[in-house]
């Protein structure tokens, strides 16, 4: 534990203007990044008594070893490189909101020539317009269904509608009216576009013109006596009356809003917003964190305003933002919005009328969702400690491993030789640690010496980071010694890739992979790190150095959790061999020119129409292609003429010729094998 004032700065070192700040440990990583208005007072509130401070304040800054600081010109410039800086370091004493599950969008991809609808999950895309979030993907479908008999945009994968257009056939969808068919040429481009943008102007909330021009459009019909066009826009009408009526009227203003209500206890919060636009509740979403700073509501609603609006722009920040409390610099987080968004944002607390009375609503979903996720966590934890306690006390462990790394090889008869790397830290895989590998040293199929490789790598590099920091001290009988730490390079306190090491490696096989395994290990001087390998035929536990297995009962805890490990590193090593594999079958023979990237690549293809007829031509030809030089095109000549036509690929299961297309470079067909599917978890289906 550090003291404090050890590397306390000295009186008048600390300027008294806008900033943000960074404390860091003894390794130089980042614990926690934050901003002021005047950095002096703040940070010398870090340096008094230990007793006067909350114990979380307390913890952080016995932990830290060093405190730097970063002057900015105004408060709105502090809370964005806050963000900035929080997002890049992730330190471990600052909130950070998870979300409780990965919730679905509509999504319209206007970034492409034909316009998409599609649910989309995870991180927003560039060009794509997005609605929601919803609660469950089938509400979405349900929504588009009704609204393609009036808006009939494509809503097809690249896949499908290259095939109709190559066949001039539509799909189902064209045939009964849901889908303008744009792939077949019944709509052009603009035409479809057009058709997109109005479906976003109705997502939006802007319904009540275009319901009032249809209605008019039945009329209309029906004096002109076209009863079935009459009858068809009446049909229309009544689907998108009955889209509205999936969200929830709220306000009669059409008021574009975001709720954000708080539900804590000492330990935990959870956050809640809805999303309000045109009056009604187009989305609904929810966070969970863990209060490890010293933070009140305000400081939570501060930061739940960060996480929503960093990445957003334009009408993605709505007009009005109703919170439970005001952050601490709430001119500041105003400006900041209104900068997000182009225009002023509201941020206000509701007082009184729908407002007030929604965010109660919010309030109450956001006390269910906290209540909710204590008995998970609850449940979950209990059985995830008990499986840690079984695996400790099945292995002889002195405690529980709270790390543990899994390692497994994958190869088709012995090519594109893989390897992959799974971490799970307290029961729960932490997917942001995974890592792959490729096998470098031989060829061939031998999964005891490549297992040997990979594990020899994986701790060598974890030697280096602790050689860089000074805690490496060379054991005796060691043979391998890290690389020395470069000369004047400082460390960022960006997380490491390999800098913790596992309490427990598990390798998948049986007693050869075990041994490689440790051999590795003891080459390397490292005698701190568990191994154990998990052979599939009848799931024993080896260990090192025993000539008998260790039996779980199959009703363990602990067996579930290594059998969990086991198959996520089989299937993230599966995933990777088979993208290599793939990637070789594509290969043309303008992969191995030297000197020729992709993009002069597709220049020659788009120019010749075929590697065929650019084999054939001259070097002056090939010199008339944009951004070819002469030095090029002689070597890409030279090199074609060497080149012998490729062979064609063949399934090794079936023995069946795969087509090969020399003039786009691509398999028709790539080989494969059924997916490899991991038996579900008891009481769970995946």
Same mark, same amino acid.
């Given at each position: 534990?550090?003291?404090?004032?050890?590397?306390?700065?000295?009186?008048?070192?600390?300027?008294?203007?806008?900033?943000?700040?960074?404390?860091?440990?003894?390794?130089?990583?980042?614990?926690?990044?934050?901003?002021?208005?005047?950095?002096?007072? %703040?940070?010398?509130?870090?340096?008094?008594?230990?007793?006067?401070?909350?114990?979380?304040?307390?913890?952080?800054?016995?932990?830290?070893?060093?405190?730097?600081?970063?002057?900015?010109?105004?408060?709105?410039?502090?809370?964005?490189?806050?963000?900035?800086?929080? @997002?890049?370091?992730?330190?471990?004493?600052?909130?950070?909101?998870?979300?409780?599950?990965?919730?679905?969008?509509?999504?319209?991809?206007?970034?492409?020539?034909?316009?998409?609808?599609?649910?989309?999950?995870?991180?927003?895309?560039?060009?794509?317009?997005?609605?929601?979030?919803?609660?469950?993907?089938?509400?979405?479908?349900?929504?588009?269904? !009704?609204?393609?008999?009036?808006?009939?945009?494509?809503?097809?994968?690249?896949?499908?509608?290259?095939?109709?257009?190559?066949?001039?056939?539509?799909?189902?969808?064209?045939?009964?009216?849901?889908?303008?068919?744009?792939?077949?040429?019944?709509?052009?481009?603009?035409?479809?576009?057009?058709?997109?943008?109005?479906?976003?102007?109705?997502?939006?909330?802007?319904?009540?013109?275009?319901?009032?021009?249809?209605?008019?459009?039945?009329?209309?019909?029906?004096?002109?006596? +076209?009863?079935?066009?009459?009858? %068809?826009?009446?049909?229309?009408?009544?689907?998108?009356?009955?889209?509205?009526?999936?969200?929830?009227?709220?306000?009669?203003?059409?008021?574009?809003?975001?709720?954000?209500?708080?539900?804590?206890?000492? !330990?935990?919060?959870?956050?809640?917003?809805?999303?309000?636009?045109?009056?009604?509740?187009?989305?609904?979403?929810?966070?969970?964190?863990?209060?490890?700073?010293?933070?009140?509501?305000?400081?939570?609603?501060?930061?739940?305003?960060?996480?929503?609006?960093?990445?957003?722009?334009?009408?993605?920040?709505?007009?009005?933002?109703?919170?439970?409390?005001?952050?601490?610099?709430?001119?500041?987080?105003?400006?900041?919005?209104?900068?997000?968004?182009?225009?002023?944002?509201?941020?206000?607390?509701?007082?009184?009328?729908?407002?007030?009375?929604?965010?109660?609503?919010?309030?109450?979903?956001?006390?269910?969702?906290?209540?909710?996720?204590?008995? @998970?966590?609850?449940?979950?934890?209990?059985?995830?400690?008990?499986?840690?306690?079984?695996?400790?006390?099945?292995?002889? !462990?002195?405690?529980?491993?709270?790390?543990?790394?899994?390692?497994?090889?994958?190869?088709?008869?012995?090519?594109?030789?893989?390897?992959?790397?799974?971490?799970?830290?307290?029961?729960?895989?932490?997917?942001?640690?995974?890592?792959?590998?490729?096998?470098?040293?031989?060829?061939?199929?031998?999964?005891?010496?490549?297992?040997? +490789?990979?594990?020899?790598?994986?701790?060598? %590099?974890?030697?280096?980071?602790?050689?860089?920091?000074?805690?490496?001290?060379?054991?005796?009988? /060691?043979?391998?010694?890290?690389?020395?730490?470069?000369?004047?390079?400082?460390?960022?306190?960006?997380?490491?890739?390999?800098?913790?090491?596992?309490?427990?490696?598990?390798?998948?096989?049986?007693?050869?992979?075990?041994?490689?395994?440790? *051999?590795?290990?003891?080459?390397?001087?490292?005698?701190?790190?568990?191994?154990?390998?998990?052979?599939?035929?009848?799931?024993?536990?080896?260990?090192?150095?025993?000539?008998?297995?260790?039996?779980?009962? *199959?009703?363990?805890?602990?067996?579930?959790?290594?059998?969990?490990?086991?198959?996520?590193?089989?299937?993230?090593?599966?995933?990777?061999? %088979?993208?290599?594999?793939? @990637?070789?079958?594509?290969?043309?023979?303008?992969?191995?020119?030297?000197?020729?990237?992709?993009?002069?690549?597709?220049?020659?293809?788009?120019?010749?129409?075929?590697?065929? @007829? !650019?084999?054939?031509?001259?070097?002056?030809?090939?010199?008339?292609?944009?951004?070819?030089?002469?030095?090029?095109? +002689?070597?890409?000549?030279?090199?074609?003429?060497?080149?012998?036509?490729?062979?064609?690929?063949?399934?090794?299961?079936?023995?069946?010729?795969?087509?090969?297309?020399?003039?786009?470079?691509? /398999?028709?067909?790539?080989?494969?094998?059924?997916?490899?599917?991991?038996?579900?978890?008891?009481?769970?289906?995946?």
């Amino acid at each position: 534990m550090a003291d404090p004032s050890s590397y306390r700065p000295k009186p008048g070192q600390i300027p008294d203007s806008p900033g943000v700040y960074k404390f860091r440990d003894e390794h130089r990583r980042v614990i926690y990044v934050g901003k002021a208005k005047s950095l002096r007072p %703040r940070l010398s509130s870090y340096f008094q008594d230990l007793a006067n401070l909350h114990p979380r304040t307390r913890t952080m800054v016995t932990t830290a070893a060093s405190v730097e600081w970063t002057v900015v010109s105004t408060e709105v410039e502090a809370l964005q490189l806050e963000y900035s800086w929080i @997002k890049e370091y992730d330190p471990r004493f600052n909130v950070k909101y998870r979300d409780d599950k990965s919730y679905p969008s509509l999504a319209v991809t206007l970034n492409e020539e034909f316009p998409r609808v599609q649910v989309m999950r995870g991180p927003k895309k560039k060009g794509v317009r997005y609605f929601g979030p919803y609660g469950h993907a089938w509400a979405i479908r349900e929504t588009v269904d !009704l609204m393609l008999r009036v808006f009939p945009v494509r809503t097809c994968s690249a896949g499908v509608f290259k095939n109709a257009a190559r066949t001039g056939r539509p799909c189902l969808l064209g045939y009964i009216g849901k889908c303008s068919a744009p792939c077949v040429g019944r709509v052009t481009p603009e035409e479809h576009r057009e058709l997109a943008e109005e479906f976003c102007d109705f997502m939006a909330g802007r319904t009540g013109q275009y319901l009032k021009r249809i209605e008019q459009q039945m009329h209309e019909a029906a004096e002109d006596m +076209e009863y079935e066009k009459a009858a %068809r826009l009446r049909d229309d009408i009544g689907a998108l009356r009955r889209a509205l009526e999936k969200n929830a009227v709220v306000f009669n203003d059409a008021t574009d809003a975001d709720l954000i209500a708080v539900a804590e206890d000492e !330990l935990e919060a959870a956050v809640q917003i809805f999303h309000v636009r045109g009056g009604r509740v187009r989305g609904q979403r929810g966070w969970v964190t863990d209060k490890v700073e010293a933070v009140d509501t305000a400081g939570l609603v501060e930061h739940a305003l960060q996480q929503l609006y960093g990445e957003e722009q334009g009408d993605a920040v709505p007009k009005e933002v109703l919170v439970p409390a005001m952050p601490e610099d709430s001119p500041a987080v105003s400006q900041w919005l209104a900068a997000r968004r182009g225009s002023n944002v509201s941020l206000r607390i509701p007082q009184r009328g729908d407002k007030k009375d929604l965010m109660a609503t919010v309030q109450r979903n956001a006390q269910q969702a906290l209540v909710l996720h204590k008995t @998970k966590r609850a449940s979950d934890l209990t059985t995830r400690s008990r499986a840690l306690e079984e695996i400790a006390d099945a292995l002889g !462990l002195d405690s529980a491993p709270l790390r543990i790394e899994c390692f497994d090889v994958s190869h088709l008869q012995g090519d594109d030789v893989v390897a992959s790397m799974v971490v799970f830290e307290d029961g729960l895989p932490r997917k942001s640690e995974y890592r792959r590998f490729q096998i470098k040293t031989f060829e061939g199929q031998d999964d005891v010496r490549s297992m040997h +490789e990979v594990l020899t790598r994986r701790f060598r %590099r974890y030697l280096q980071e602790k050689a860089k920091t000074g805690e490496w001290i060379q054991e005796n009988g /060691a043979t391998e010694v890290p690389a020395e730490p470069e000369p004047n390079v400082e460390d960022d306190g960006r997380p490491k890739r390999f800098a913790y090491p596992p309490q427990l490696v598990v390798v998948d096989g049986g007693q050869p992979q075990v041994a490689a395994a440790q *051999r590795a290990l003891d080459e390397l001087g490292i005698d701190d790190v568990a191994v154990c390998g998990l052979a599939k035929r009848l799931e024993e536990v080896w260990v090192p150095d025993e000539d008998d297995p260790v039996v779980l009962p *199959r009703s363990s805890e602990g067996l579930y959790l290594l059998q969990r490990v086991r198959d996520t590193a089989h299937d993230f090593a599966i995933r990777y061999q %088979r993208t290599k594999r793939a @990637k070789r079958f594509r290969a043309g023979p303008l992969d191995e020119v030297p000197g020729l990237g992709e993009t002069r690549k597709h220049a020659l293809i788009k120019h010749f129409g075929s590697v065929k @007829k !650019l084999r054939s031509a001259t070097i002056d030809q090939i010199c008339e292609v944009p951004g070819i030089g002469r030095k090029t095109a +002689e070597t890409v000549a030279g090199f074609l003429a060497q080149a012998a036509p490729a062979a064609p690929a063949v399934n090794t299961a079936t023995g069946e010729i795969i087509e090969y297309d020399e003039d786009t470079a691509e /398999a028709a067909d790539t080989v494969d094998t059924a997916p490899a599917v991991s038996p579900p978890e008891r009481g769970q289906q995946e």
